[in-house]
């Protein structure tokens, strides 16, 4: 009659590599990294639409002319735009590259080491933009009485209110952003042999 107990040769094993991870935890986390690259396209679209459609123009009595406010006569707000829509064509990339990886799992580490890496770059991109934007915006909504800056927000409200809708999304995808660096170490993680 056979044994079923595991031998207690401390030899035993000693040169097998370690298991793989489970793959229900490899395909949950590949499910979530998907979700949240969508998710990423879906804010840095919605982001990039709102301040684009922001024109407002309005006559101005002290000036005795109509005045526009475009996204375009702010270098911040066209650099806002411009990283927002890297973000977003950064985000489609990854997507397709993440269904790739659940298709091929034997690809998974490499993958995991380089969205680690572009994901803290695109991260540094758009938190900076989002920053560089609300800059100008408070700007725009308080001004500076020292330098002489008028707060515009009391003309423009409805490009005021499409930039501070444009930030807020901007600032969802910088958290999300944030769960994709913190997904792909620890996957990264789960994968160093004990």
């Known amino acids: 009659m056979a044994s079923t107990d595991k031998p207690t040769d401390p030899e035993y094993n000693k040169g097998a590599p370690p298991p793989p991870p489970p793959p229900s935890a490899t395909v949950n986390c590949s499910v979530l990294a998907v979700t949240l690259r969508v998710l990423l396209f879906a804010a840095a679209l919605t982001a990039v639409v709102v301040v684009v459609t922001s024109d407002q123009t309005k ?14 006569h702010s270098p911040a707000l066209v650099y806002f ?4 829509s890297v973000a977003g064509l950064y985000s489609i990339i990854t997507t397709l590259a993440s269904l790739s990886v659940m298709w091929k799992p034997n690809l998974s580490t490499k993958f995991l080491l380089h969205f680690a890496f572009w994901d803290v770059l695109i991260l540094g991109l758009v938190a900076s933009a989002t920053g560089t934007a609300g800059g100008v915006a408070y700007v725009g909504l308080k001004g500076n009485k020292h330098v002489g800056w008028v707060k515009i927000c009391n003309n423009y409200d409805k490009f005021c209110h499409h930039l501070a809708g444009s930030l807020a999304v901007s600032l969802f995808a910088s958290c999300v952003l944030v769960l994709l660096v913190w997904l792909s170490v620890y996957s990264l993680h789960g994968r160093i042999p004990k």
């Open 59 to 72: 006559f101005i009595v002290q000036l005795g002319s109509y005045r526009e406010a475009k996204f375009k």
């Open 81 to 84: 735009v411009v990283a927002l």
